[in-house]
């Protein structure tokens, strides 16, 4: 675990900002239309997790997993499909980092069962996901490869590395969520609801995973 209080005065200033506009993203913006004001808010309350992270001394995977993320929310915010791809591009490349730092972390292979677990959630998306996201499903394959490969990275982690295994398994969630409300699901209250809820998901499971990054650079 990490104490709070050991991180700079810097540090903890980012990390109070990030807390009040992830608040903000999800309170007032989560259901509402796209705006440059929404862009800007939920961008924000990731970007200053990054900046928490850098101003923590953090590892650089930890810093640039969040950058990625943090653009990765800008462009997924903006209305255009150009803009989904790039966001969604920006996201698989802060997994493909988030792998890069949790691989030395751990000790493979995963455990049997939870790992067979994610590999089956991932072949159902075949019949479940991939035959509703027509010129988006390689795309989407893609993505679901390498995020599984970012959750399973997290599940070879010791017991210790609770936080980093914590925010890996609510950003697998908070996907799995959002791919059923953009692909299966219709305009309605459930659909609604569900974004408040993967929006808790994902930046609860952004901010585990500062945490736990920087409580791993003390071993």
């Known amino acids: 675990m990490i104490d709070l209080l050991s991180l700079s005065p810097v540090a903890l200033v980012f990390l ?8 903000w993203q999800g309170v007032i913006y989560a259901d509402a239309p796209a705006s440059a004001a929404k862009s800007a808010v939920k961008t924000a309350s990731v970007a200053l997790l990054a900046l928490t992270a850098l101003a923590a001394g953090g590892p650089l995977w930890l810093v640039a997993g969040l950058a990625l993320g943090a653009l990765g929310d800008w ?7 150009r803009a989904f791809l790039a966001g969604m591009g920006a996201f698989a490349l802060g997994h493909l980092v988030y792998v890069a730092g949790l691989i030395p972390l751990g000790s493979f292979p995963p455990p049997l069962v939870p790992a067979l677990a994610l590999l089956v959630l991932g ?3 075949e019949i479940s996901l991939a035959p509703r996201t027509g010129a988006l499903r390689w795309p989407v394959r893609g993505y679901v490869v390498i995020i599984l490969m970012m959750a399973l990275a997290a599940l070879a982690l010791p017991a210790r590395h609770g936080l ?4 890996a398994m609510a950003f697998l969630t908070s996907d799995l ?11 309605g209250a459930l659909r609604r609801a569900l974004k408040y809820l993967l929006w808790a998901l994902y930046w609860g ?3 585990l995973i500062l945490l736990g990054g920087l409580a ?3 071993g």
């Open 177 to 187: 969520l959002l791919s059923i409300e953009m692909f299966c699901l219709a305009d």
């Open 205 to 207: 499971g952004q901010a």
């Open 164 to 167: 980093l295994i914590l925010g």
């Open 75 to 81: 462009c997924l915010s903006r209305p255009t499909e």
């Open 216 to 218: 791993a650079m003390g």
């Open 123 to 125: 072949a159902s998306t």
């Open 16 to 23: 109070c900002m990030a807390m009040v506009f992830a608040l």
